[in-house]
Nanobody
Framework: QVQLVESGGGSVQAGGSLRLSCAAS????????IGWFRQAPGKEREGVAS????????LYTNSVRGRFTISQDNAKNTVYLQMNSLKPEDTAMYYC??????????????????WGQGTQVTVSS
């Protein structure tokens, strides 16, 4: 059974940093995509960053490029999202998701098969 568990969320002031972790079990970490998504109240879930775990190729949505970094540690079956220069508009529930093989755009929620429960990020001004 595949399980994804996010951690590392919290409350920070604008300009601060957080590192989110996504620990996977029951999942072959060395293949497929891992993505980070976020959803603010009243808004649709949006793709933030993804990584193709075979090659380490990454993709970011425009609003976080240059501030967020997605990375993987295959030995720990964990993907990280380092978030720097946080802004109030980054406030959302953050989810990680996984899909074992390509089946659609890497930042589209419908592409992904497995989801974690989420971790809250709150950025105050």
């Amino acid at each position: 059974q595949v399980q994804l568990v996010e951690s590392g969320g919290g409350s920070v002031q604008a300009g601060g940093s957080l590192r989110l972790s996504c620990a996977a079990s029951g999942y072959t970490f060395s293949s497929g995509y891992i993505g980070w998504f976020r959803q603010a109240p009243g808004k649709e879930r949006e793709g933030v960053a993804s990584i193709w775990t075979v090659s380490g190729t990454t993709l970011y949505t425009n609003s976080v490029r240059g501030r967020f970094t997605i990375s993987q540690d295959n030995a720990k079956n964990t993907v990280y999202l380092q978030m720097n220069s946080l802004k109030p508009e980054d406030t959302a529930m953050y989810y990680c998701a996984a899909v074992p093989s390509w089946r659609g755009p890497a930042l589209l929620p419908a592409t992904y098969k497995y989801w974690g429960q989420g971790t809250q990020v709150t950025v105050s001004s």
